[in-house]
């Protein structure tokens, strides 16, 4: 065969398998697809799929075809971070700044704490840390994984309890609209190279002078127009910031982060998400499981992922529960929104691929905190729900 087959039955099955296990199990209640198809992506990977049928491994996921498949992963999660950063929006945060700032800052601290020490005694042993990571990088970047909350996951999860509408869902999506901004800042410190500080510093100012015309540019332009533009925008920042060091990835969200959502139409904005999430974000989730990395041991990266759980866990439900102090919330009220803000999933896998290509973790580090990211969000649906039904009167709380 040659490598166009060999590349569309890689592609039978990254579309196939995940969506046979989503509609036979009938997952759809702790496991929304995405989270499916992140699975898959690990059973189909070199750890375990490759480890049981090793020729069929080597035969599809030859590394013409990897190649092919990283190309297509590569734009697709550009795009999909593009689009959070165009629907983030800080206003309504703002407009609520005591409440918001306070539970997003505990929501995001605590378990950035909780996880940060967590990783500080991990790294004590060998084979977590990148080559190139500083003890400091590790910690950090494990910490705030251990921190993040997937919003585009917690979109969905929200629209299956149906609260995304309701006050309650808006202020949890405040909370993680603010937290969203926090991670990239995070990343863009931890990926700080000072021997190309003068290439990072020439992007950041070259990026700022280009948004200011940009944003002006945009809205003379026709409304069919805006869309080409931006995706050209889109590539040339990703670039830039590969350029300079940091990561395509941060320049793809900075790009959408200045762009405003009224400029486009938002039902044609939906239809994009979800083409994205079903056309060409499957190839990024299979590219995920591809990197995974079982050499250690299984016991060894479940007991690593286990322990980063138990700190994100205990580290959110924390953090919301000393801000529900602060803000008189109920009782409950806390516990519900902490299990909410734990979702993981997309940004957190994201998030820990490009500490993974930028040698600051381990594959085993990448393996553990790829399963911790799994069992976060399959875990917050069937805790998340009863919470809510034994406390409707929260639904209509706006603060």
Not at 74 to 85: H, K, P, S, Y
Not at 113 to 139: D, E, K, Y
Request: with cysteine; glycine share 10%.
């Amino acid at each position: 065969m040659n490598t166009s087959e060999i590349f569309l039955i890689a592609m039978i099955l990254i579309l196939s398998v995940p969506f046979l296990i989503w509609r036979v199990g009938r997952t759809d209640y702790y496991a929304p697809l995405v989270v499916v198809q992140i699975v898959t992506g690990i059973l189909l990977g070199p750890g375990i799929g490759g480890a049981v049928f090793p020729q069929y491994y080597a035969f599809v996921f030859n590394p013409q075809v990897i190649q092919a498949l990283n190309g297509i992963a590569w734009w697709a999660v550009m795009t999909f971070v593009w689009i959070a950063g165009i629907e983030l929006d800080l206003r309504k945060a703002w407009a609520h700044k005591r409440e918001s700032g306070i539970t997003a800052g505990f929501a995001l601290g605590m378990p950035l704490l909780f996880g940060g020490a967590a990783a500080a005694v991990i790294v004590q042993q060998s084979g977590w840390i990148g080559p190139r990571a500083s003890t400091w990088q590790f910690i950090l970047g494990v910490g705030m994984a251990c921190a993040v909350t997937a919003l585009p996951i917690l979109i969905l999860l929200m629209e299956k309890l149906e609260i995304l509408r309701q006050p309650i869902g808006q202020r949890i999506l405040r909370y993680a609209s603010l937290d969203d901004v926090a991670i990239w800042g995070v990343l863009a410190v931890i990926l700080m190279d000072w021997h190309r500080m003068g290439k990072q510093v020439a992007f950041l100012v070259v990026f700022a002078v280009a948004a200011l015309a940009f944003r002006r540019l945009m809205p003379r332009l026709q409304a069919k127009d805006r869309w080409y533009v931006g995706l050209i925008w889109l590539a040339a920042c990703a670039f830039g910031a590969d350029w300079s060091g940091l990561h395509f990835m941060v320049g793809a969200f900075l790009s959408g982060a200045v762009m405003e959502k009224d400029w486009f139409d938002m039902k044609e904005m939906d239809t994009l998400r979800h083409n994205v999430l079903l056309t060409i974000m499957p190839v990024f989730f299979l590219s995920t499981g591809l990197r995974t990395n079982w050499n250690m041991g299984g016991a060894a990266v479940f007991i690593v992922a286990g322990v980063l759980l138990v700190a994100q866990i205990a580290g959110k439900l924390a953090g919301t529960g000393i801000a529900g102090k602060f803000l008189g919330w109920q009782p409950g009220e806390a516990s519900l929104i902490g299990w909410l803000l734990q979702t993981k999933a997309l940004i957190m896998i994201i998030f820990v691929n490009i500490l993974l290509d930028k040698q600051l973790i381990t594959s085993e580090s990448f393996t553990a905190l790829l399963v911790m990211a799994v069992a976060s969000t399959m875990l917050t649906i069937p805790i998340a729900s009863p919470k809510l039904k034994r406390m409707q009167e929260i639904i209509f709380r706006s603060k």
